[in-house]
Protein backbone atom coordinates (compact mmCIF):
# COMPACT_ATOMS: atom_id res chain seq x y z
CA UNK A 1 0.00 0.00 0.00
CA UNK A 2 1.67 3.46 -0.96
CA UNK A 3 0.52 6.13 1.22
CA UNK A 4 1.40 9.73 0.28
CA UNK A 5 2.40 12.58 2.41
CA UNK A 6 1.30 16.38 1.31
CA UNK A 7 2.58 19.81 2.21
CA UNK A 8 -0.19 22.53 2.13
CA UNK A 9 0.69 26.19 1.62
CA UNK A 10 -0.99 29.56 1.27
CA UNK A 11 -1.82 31.08 -1.79
CA UNK A 12 -3.59 34.38 -3.07
CA UNK A 13 -6.91 33.19 -4.17
CA UNK A 14 -6.95 31.40 -0.12
CA UNK A 15 -7.25 28.05 -2.02
CA UNK A 16 -4.72 25.22 -0.20
CA UNK A 17 -3.33 23.35 -2.96
CA UNK A 18 -1.48 19.59 -1.95
CA UNK A 19 2.36 18.89 -2.69
CA UNK A 20 3.26 15.64 -2.74
CA UNK A 21 6.68 15.31 -0.99
CA UNK A 22 7.67 12.81 -3.65
CA UNK A 23 7.75 15.64 -6.00
CA UNK A 24 9.80 18.43 -3.58
CA UNK A 25 12.00 19.07 -6.88
CA UNK A 26 13.68 22.32 -6.81
CA UNK A 27 10.48 24.29 -9.44
CA UNK A 28 8.32 22.90 -6.95
CA UNK A 29 10.02 24.29 -4.19
CA UNK A 30 10.20 27.66 -5.89
CA UNK A 31 6.51 27.07 -6.29
CA UNK A 32 5.76 26.32 -3.03
CA UNK A 33 7.70 29.84 -2.23
CA UNK A 34 6.12 31.84 -4.39
CA UNK A 35 2.10 31.01 -3.08
CA UNK A 36 3.49 31.47 0.72
CA UNK A 37 5.52 34.69 -0.24
CA UNK A 38 2.09 37.47 -0.40
CA UNK A 39 1.57 36.13 2.51
CA UNK A 40 4.35 36.35 4.52
CA UNK A 41 5.18 39.73 2.76
CA UNK A 42 1.28 40.54 4.54
CA UNK A 43 2.63 39.21 7.72
CA UNK A 44 5.99 41.29 7.77
CA UNK A 45 3.95 44.92 6.40
CA UNK A 46 1.71 44.36 9.07
CA UNK A 47 4.26 43.37 12.10
CA UNK A 48 5.91 46.77 10.77
CA UNK A 49 2.77 48.65 10.40
CA UNK A 50 2.07 47.28 13.92
CA UNK A 51 5.68 48.57 15.55
CA UNK A 52 4.78 51.97 13.89
CA UNK A 53 1.72 52.17 15.43
CA UNK A 54 3.00 51.28 18.83
CA UNK A 55 5.62 53.46 19.24
CA UNK A 56 3.46 56.63 17.66
CA UNK A 57 1.22 55.62 19.85
CA UNK A 58 3.22 55.91 22.85
CA UNK A 59 4.77 59.53 22.09
CA UNK A 60 0.83 60.04 21.46
CA UNK A 61 -0.49 58.96 24.17
CA UNK A 62 2.48 60.82 26.47
CA UNK A 63 1.74 64.00 24.62
CA UNK A 64 -1.96 63.64 25.63
CA UNK A 65 -1.33 62.98 29.36
CA UNK A 66 0.88 66.23 29.52
CA UNK A 67 -1.59 68.39 28.46
CA UNK A 68 -4.70 66.65 30.32
CA UNK A 69 -2.45 67.57 33.27
CA UNK A 70 -1.18 71.08 32.43
CA UNK A 71 -5.30 71.75 31.53
CA UNK A 72 -5.93 70.06 35.37
CA UNK A 73 -3.40 71.75 37.29
CA UNK A 74 -5.07 74.97 35.75
CA UNK A 75 -8.77 73.82 37.06
CA UNK A 76 -9.50 74.21 40.89
CA UNK A 77 -9.93 70.37 40.73
CA UNK A 78 -9.14 68.50 43.50
CA UNK A 79 -5.68 67.03 43.21
CA UNK A 80 -6.51 63.42 44.22
CA UNK A 81 -9.73 63.83 41.38
CA UNK A 82 -6.81 65.16 39.22
CA UNK A 83 -4.54 61.94 40.29
CA UNK A 84 -7.86 59.58 39.67
CA UNK A 85 -8.79 61.35 35.96
CA UNK A 86 -4.76 61.00 34.66
CA UNK A 87 -4.80 57.47 35.66
CA UNK A 88 -8.17 56.52 33.92
CA UNK A 89 -7.03 58.51 30.91
CA UNK A 90 -4.00 56.53 31.01
CA UNK A 91 -5.47 53.09 31.58
CA UNK A 92 -8.21 54.14 28.36
CA UNK A 93 -5.61 55.42 25.88
CA UNK A 94 -3.72 52.66 26.22
CA UNK A 95 -6.00 50.10 26.17
CA UNK A 96 -7.27 52.12 22.93
CA UNK A 97 -3.77 51.59 21.51
CA UNK A 98 -3.61 47.62 21.78
CA UNK A 99 -6.76 47.28 20.32
CA UNK A 100 -5.14 49.05 17.47
CA UNK A 101 -2.34 47.07 17.37
CA UNK A 102 -3.88 43.70 17.60
CA UNK A 103 -6.71 44.96 14.82
CA UNK A 104 -3.62 45.94 12.65
CA UNK A 105 -2.27 42.07 12.84
CA UNK A 106 -5.57 40.56 11.76
CA UNK A 107 -6.67 39.31 15.42
CA UNK A 108 -10.56 39.83 15.61
CA UNK A 109 -10.81 42.38 18.64
CA UNK A 110 -14.75 41.17 18.80
CA UNK A 111 -13.52 37.63 20.12
CA UNK A 112 -10.89 39.30 22.29
CA UNK A 113 -13.27 41.74 23.99
CA UNK A 114 -16.09 39.05 25.14
CA UNK A 115 -12.76 37.01 26.13
CA UNK A 116 -12.26 40.10 28.38
CA UNK A 117 -15.21 40.45 29.35
CA UNK A 118 -15.64 36.98 30.97
CA UNK A 119 -12.72 37.34 32.85
CA UNK A 120 -13.28 40.16 33.80
CA UNK A 121 -16.56 39.05 35.11
CA UNK A 122 -14.17 35.80 36.91
CA UNK A 123 -11.86 38.48 37.89
CA UNK A 124 -14.48 40.88 39.77
CA UNK A 125 -15.65 37.91 41.43
CA UNK A 126 -12.59 36.90 43.28
CA UNK A 127 -11.47 40.25 43.96
CA UNK A 128 -14.87 41.99 45.67
CA UNK A 129 -13.05 43.13 48.56
CA UNK A 130 -10.45 45.17 45.99
CA UNK A 131 -13.41 46.11 44.16
CA UNK A 132 -14.95 47.44 47.63
CA UNK A 133 -11.74 49.82 48.11
CA UNK A 134 -12.29 51.19 44.44
CA UNK A 135 -15.68 52.22 44.79
CA UNK A 136 -14.90 53.83 47.89
CA UNK A 137 -11.80 55.44 46.43
CA UNK A 138 -14.03 57.38 43.93
CA UNK A 139 -16.68 58.10 46.81
CA UNK A 140 -13.78 59.97 48.73
CA UNK A 141 -12.81 61.67 44.76
CA UNK A 142 -16.53 62.61 44.12
CA UNK A 143 -17.78 63.78 47.74
CA UNK A 144 -14.67 65.02 48.92
CA UNK A 145 -14.81 64.59 52.83
CA UNK A 146 -11.25 65.75 53.18
CA UNK A 147 -8.26 66.13 50.33
CA UNK A 148 -4.66 66.05 49.88
CA UNK A 149 -3.22 68.01 52.77
CA UNK A 150 -5.63 67.73 55.31
CA UNK A 151 -5.21 66.70 58.75
CA UNK A 152 -7.77 63.77 59.28
CA UNK A 153 -8.18 61.78 62.21
CA UNK A 154 -9.47 58.45 61.51
CA UNK A 155 -9.73 54.90 63.57
CA UNK A 156 -6.24 53.66 61.94
CA UNK A 157 -4.52 56.86 63.23
CA UNK A 158 -3.88 60.29 62.43
CA UNK A 159 -1.76 62.54 59.80
CA UNK A 160 -1.65 64.28 56.46
CA UNK A 161 -3.28 62.78 53.72
CA UNK A 162 -0.54 62.09 51.14
CA UNK A 163 -2.61 60.49 48.51
CA UNK A 164 -5.68 59.63 47.93
CA UNK A 165 -5.39 56.65 45.26
CA UNK A 166 -7.94 54.57 43.57
CA UNK A 167 -8.00 51.69 46.31
CA UNK A 168 -5.88 52.96 48.93
CA UNK A 169 -5.28 56.34 50.68
CA UNK A 170 -2.05 56.93 52.40
CA UNK A 171 -1.39 59.35 55.29
CA UNK A 172 1.92 60.75 56.92
CA UNK A 173 1.82 60.78 60.34
CA UNK A 174 3.61 63.42 63.12
CA UNK A 175 6.59 61.22 63.70
CA UNK A 176 6.81 60.52 59.49
CA UNK A 177 5.38 57.42 58.81
CA UNK A 178 3.30 56.68 55.98
CA UNK A 179 0.14 54.88 57.26
CA UNK A 180 -2.35 53.03 53.77
CA UNK A 181 -5.79 52.80 54.96
CA UNK A 182 -7.86 50.88 52.32
CA UNK A 183 -10.43 53.05 50.71
CA UNK A 184 -13.27 50.75 51.36
CA UNK A 185 -12.88 51.02 54.84
CA UNK A 186 -11.92 54.47 55.06
CA UNK A 187 -15.23 55.61 53.48
CA UNK A 188 -17.34 53.76 55.75
CA UNK A 189 -16.05 54.96 58.78
CA UNK A 190 -16.15 58.08 60.74
CA UNK A 191 -12.64 60.95 60.05
CA UNK A 192 -12.40 64.15 61.37
CA UNK A 193 -10.80 66.81 59.16
CA UNK A 194 -8.89 69.27 61.22
CA UNK A 195 -7.91 71.07 58.46
CA UNK A 196 -11.79 72.12 57.05
CA UNK A 197 -11.71 74.89 59.27
CA UNK A 198 -9.36 77.80 59.55
CA UNK A 199 -9.69 78.18 63.30
CA UNK A 200 -9.73 75.48 65.87
CA UNK A 201 -10.87 75.80 69.86
CA UNK A 202 -8.15 74.53 72.39
CA UNK A 203 -10.10 73.03 75.67
CA UNK A 204 -7.67 71.60 78.36
CA UNK A 205 -9.06 70.63 81.82
CA UNK A 206 -6.58 70.58 85.05
CA UNK A 207 -7.72 69.13 88.27
CA UNK A 208 -6.54 71.36 91.41
CA UNK A 209 -6.61 70.06 94.92
CA UNK A 210 -9.75 71.43 96.99
CA UNK A 211 -7.08 72.96 99.55
CA UNK A 212 -5.40 75.48 96.19
CA UNK A 213 -6.76 79.13 95.63
CA UNK A 214 -9.09 78.76 92.60
CA UNK A 215 -9.75 82.09 91.82
CA UNK A 216 -6.02 82.23 90.77
CA UNK A 217 -5.95 79.23 88.96
CA UNK A 218 -8.74 80.64 87.25
CA UNK A 219 -6.46 83.63 86.70
CA UNK A 220 -3.13 81.86 85.53
CA UNK A 221 -4.89 79.45 83.14
CA UNK A 222 -6.61 82.56 81.56
CA UNK A 223 -3.24 84.25 81.81
CA UNK A 224 -1.34 81.23 80.16
CA UNK A 225 -3.33 81.62 77.20
CA UNK A 226 -3.27 84.84 76.54
CA UNK A 227 0.91 84.44 76.36
CA UNK A 228 0.23 82.23 73.48
CA UNK A 229 1.50 83.59 70.39
CA UNK A 230 -1.05 81.11 68.83
CA UNK A 231 -3.99 81.82 70.50
CA UNK A 232 -6.44 84.46 68.67
CA UNK A 233 -6.92 87.11 71.56
CA UNK A 234 -9.67 89.03 69.89
CA UNK A 235 -11.85 85.92 70.12
CA UNK A 236 -11.52 86.45 74.10
CA UNK A 237 -10.67 83.05 76.48
CA UNK A 238 -12.98 81.27 78.46
CA UNK A 239 -12.19 79.48 82.04
CA UNK A 240 -14.34 77.64 84.25
CA UNK A 241 -15.35 75.32 86.39
CA UNK A 242 -15.94 71.79 84.94
CA UNK A 243 -17.00 69.90 87.75
CA UNK A 244 -16.21 68.33 91.25
CA UNK A 245 -14.17 65.25 91.54
CA UNK A 246 -13.61 63.30 94.41
CA UNK A 247 -10.14 64.62 95.30
CA UNK A 248 -9.63 67.63 92.96
CA UNK A 249 -11.76 70.83 91.28
CA UNK A 250 -11.92 70.20 87.54
CA UNK A 251 -10.75 73.66 86.00
CA UNK A 252 -11.06 73.56 82.02
CA UNK A 253 -10.42 76.54 79.90
CA UNK A 254 -10.53 76.85 76.00
CA UNK A 255 -9.41 79.37 73.27
CA UNK A 256 -9.53 79.73 69.22
CA UNK A 257 -6.07 79.13 67.56
CA UNK A 258 -5.79 78.51 63.76
CA UNK A 259 -6.20 75.08 63.04
CA UNK A 260 -2.43 74.39 61.87
CA UNK A 261 -1.46 75.87 65.30
CA UNK A 262 -3.46 73.76 67.13
CA UNK A 263 -1.17 70.89 68.35
CA UNK A 264 1.93 73.43 69.13
CA UNK A 265 -0.24 76.01 71.02
CA UNK A 266 -1.94 72.93 72.76
CA UNK A 267 1.85 71.54 73.72
CA UNK A 268 2.76 75.21 74.60
CA UNK A 269 -0.07 75.72 77.15
CA UNK A 270 -0.04 72.16 78.93
CA UNK A 271 3.46 72.94 79.81
CA UNK A 272 3.38 76.65 80.93
CA UNK A 273 -0.11 75.68 83.20
CA UNK A 274 2.52 72.94 85.04
CA UNK A 275 5.20 75.58 85.31
CA UNK A 276 3.12 78.19 86.58
CA UNK A 277 0.70 76.23 88.91
CA UNK A 278 4.03 75.18 90.59
CA UNK A 279 5.14 78.73 90.89
CA UNK A 280 2.02 80.16 92.40
CA UNK A 281 1.85 77.09 94.91
CA UNK A 282 -1.50 75.52 93.22
CA UNK A 283 -1.04 71.19 93.56
CA UNK A 284 -2.37 69.58 91.05
CA UNK A 285 -4.02 65.76 93.20
CA UNK A 286 -2.85 62.34 92.12
CA UNK A 287 -3.73 59.31 93.12
CA UNK A 288 -2.35 58.22 96.30
CA UNK A 289 -3.41 55.77 99.40
CA UNK A 290 -3.21 56.33 103.27
CA UNK A 291 -2.67 53.39 105.28
CA UNK A 292 -3.86 53.47 108.70
CA UNK A 293 -2.63 51.13 111.52
CA UNK A 294 -4.54 50.31 114.33
CA UNK A 295 -2.40 50.22 117.07
CA UNK A 296 -4.24 48.44 119.53
CA UNK A 297 -5.41 45.95 117.41
CA UNK A 298 -1.80 44.85 116.83
CA UNK A 299 -0.88 44.95 120.18
CA UNK A 300 -3.45 42.73 120.82
CA UNK A 301 -2.01 40.55 117.69
CA UNK A 302 0.96 40.66 119.86
CA UNK A 303 -0.07 39.19 123.26
Known sequence: MNYSVYLRGWTDDGELPNIDVTELTPSNLEKLMASIMPALQTLIFNIIVALII?????????????????????????????NFLMSVARVLLYVFLVFMIVGQLGVNTASIVTVLGAAGLAISMSLQGSLANVAGGILILLMKPFKVGDYVSTTFGDGTVKEIGLVYTSITTIDN???????????????????????????????ISYDSDLKKAKEVMERVYLSCPSVIADKGVDVHISSLGDSAVVVEAFGWVPGSEYLKAKWYITEEIKLQFDAEGIKIPYPQMDVHVDSAGVAEAAK
Not at 65 to 75: A, N, P, V
Not at 183 to 200: K, Q, T
Request: proline fraction near 2%; avoid cysteine; charge should be positive.
Open 54 to 82: YIIGRKLISFLLKLLDKFLKHTSIDVGVS
Open 177 to 207: RVLTIPNGSLSNSAVFDASAMSERRLDLSVG
